[in-house]
C-alpha cells in the first residue's frame, strides 16, 4: 500500500493532552512496552477521529496491525468518554450562563433500509440523534447520550431530562420548532410561514440569538468521523463524548 504524510486541523495542546492521558493509564496497568509511544497513539486516535480515517489506512501509515489501530483507538475513547460530563455535572457551567442554546442533530451511520429503527424521517437517512447544549457564543457546553434516529428532537430532550434539568435551575434557553411543548424554559419561534407584526418580529430576534449556538454543533462535526459512522451503534456514544472531552479540554 502506498503510504503519504498528512496533517490535521488540530493544535498542539489536543495532542498534549490525550498523550498524557494515555500516559497515565499505562502507568495504572502497568504496560511495559507497545509498538507506539503514548505521543504516536494520540495522533493515531486524532487522525481517526479528525479525519475519519480507516483502520486500514492507520494501519498501513502507522506499520502496525489492523487489531492493535482499533485496540489502541478502543482504549483511547474510552479513555476520554469517561471526561466527558454528564448533564447533572454540566448544570453548574450552564447556571452561569445568561442563556444557552439546545440543538440536536442526527449523525449519519451506515445502515441498510430495514433498520427503521434507526431511519430519520427529517433527514432521510439512518442515524443516530444526538442532543447539545451551547453557551451564548455558541461554545460547547455538553452532548447528550445518542438514540437512535427514528426519535424526534422534544422526544429525545426529554428522555435526557434536559428541560426538566433547565427549569429546575431556572435557566432560559433557546431552541427551534422541533422542540414546542418542551416547557416555558425552552423559548421557540412561532410556528407558520406568513407570519406578520410582532409574529414575525420575534422570529426574526430568535433566530438571531439561536444562530450562535448552531456553532456548537458545527464543532462537534469538524470531526470526521461523526459525518459518517461506520462503527456498532453500542459504540457512538463513547465516540461523541470522547470528542466533547477533547473539545472541553483544548
Same mark, same amino acid.
Given at each position: 500500500?502506498?503510504?503519504?504524510?498528512?496533517?490535521?486541523?488540530?493544535?498542539?495542546?489536543?495532542?498534549?493532552?490525550?498523550?498524557?492521558?494515555?500516559?497515565?493509564?499505562?502507568?495504572?496497568?502497568?504496560?511495559?512496552?507497545?509498538?507506539?509511544?503514548?505521543?504516536?497513539?494520540?495522533?493515531?486516535?486524532?487522525?481517526?477521529?479528525?479525519?475519519?480515517?480507516?483502520?486500514?489506512?492507520?494501519?498501513?501509515?502507522?506499520?502496525?496491525?489492523?487489531?492493535?489501530?482499533?485496540?489502541?483507538?478502543?482504549?483511547?475513547?474510552?479513555?476520554?468518554?469517561?471526561?466527558?460530563?454528564?448533564?447533572?455535572?454540566?448544570?453548574?457551567?450552564?447556571?452561569?450562563?445568561?442563556?444557552?442554546?439546545?440543538?440536536?442533530?442526527?449523525?449519519? *451511520?451506515?445502515?441498510?433500509?430495514?433498520?427503521?429503527?434507526?431511519?430519520?424521517?427529517?433527514?432521510?437517512?439512518?442515524?443516530?440523534?444526538?442532543?447539545?447544549?451551547?453557551?451564548?457564543?455558541?461554545?460547547?457546553?455538553?452532548?447528550?447520550?445518542?438514540?437512535?434516529?427514528?426519535?424526534?428532537?422534544?422526544?429525545?430532550?426529554?428522555?435526557?431530562?434536559?428541560?426538566?434539568?433547565?427549569?429546575?435551575?431556572?435557566?432560559?434557553?433557546?431552541?427551534?420548532?422541533?422542540?414546542?411543548?418542551?416547557?416555558?424554559?425552552?423559548?421557540?419561534?412561532?410556528?407558520?410561514?406568513?407570519?406578520?407584526?410582532?409574529?414575525?418580529?420575534?422570529?426574526?430576534?430568535?433566530?438571531?440569538?439561536?444562530?450562535?449556538?448552531?456553532?456548537?454543533?458545527?464543532?462537534?462535526?469538524?470531526?470526521?468521523?461523526?459525518?459518517?459512522?461506520?462503527?456498532?451503534?453500542?459504540? *457512538?456514544?463513547?465516540?461523541?463524548?470522547?470528542?466533547?472531552?477533547?473539545?472541553?479540554?483544548?
Amino acid at each position: 500500500m502506498l503510504v503519504y504524510p498528512s496533517g490535521t486541523d488540530l493544535s498542539s495542546r489536543t495532542l498534549q493532552h490525550l498523550s498524557g492521558l494515555l500516559a497515565g493509564h499505562r502507568r495504572r496497568i502497568g504496560s511495559r512496552w507497545r509498538r507506539l509511544t503514548c505521543g504516536r497513539q494520540a495522533v493515531l486516535v486524532l487522525a481517526h477521529l479528525r479525519c475519519g480515517d480507516t483502520y486500514a489506512r492507520l494501519a498501513a501509515g502507522f506499520r502496525v496491525g489492523i487489531a492493535t489501530v482499533h485496540r489502541y483507538i478502543r482504549e483511547a475513547v474510552d479513555l476520554l468518554a469517561a471526561l466527558a460530563p454528564t448533564l447533572e455535572q454540566a448544570m453548574p457551567t450552564v447556571r452561569k450562563k445568561a442563556y444557552v442554546s439546545l440543538d440536536g442533530t442526527v449523525l449519519p *451511520i451506515d445502515r441498510i433500509a430495514a433498520d427503521r429503527t434507526y431511519y430519520s424521517g427529517k433527514n432521510k437517512h439512518h442515524g443516530m440523534n444526538v442532543q447539545v447544549l451551547a453557551d451564548p457564543a455558541g461554545r460547547l457546553i455538553w452532548a447528550s447520550d445518542v438514540l437512535p434516529g427514528a426519535v424526534h428532537d422534544l422526544t429525545a430532550a426529554r428522555t435526557h431530562g434536559i428541560p426538566a434539568a433547565l427549569a429546575a435551575d431556572d435557566v432560559k434557553c433557546w431552541a427551534d420548532k422541533a422542540y414546542q411543548g418542551a416547557g416555558a424554559a425552552v423559548r421557540v419561534p412561532f410556528r407558520g410561514k406568513n407570519l406578520r407584526g410582532w409574529r414575525r418580529r420575534h422570529n426574526r430576534d430568535h433566530a438571531k440569538i439561536r444562530s450562535l449556538g448552531e456553532r456548537a454543533m458545527a464543532t462537534v462535526k469538524c470531526w470526521r468521523l461523526l459525518r459518517k459512522l461506520r462503527c456498532s451503534t453500542t459504540r *457512538i456514544t463513547a465516540v461523541v463524548r470522547a470528542v466533547v472531552a477533547l473539545e472541553l479540554a483544548t
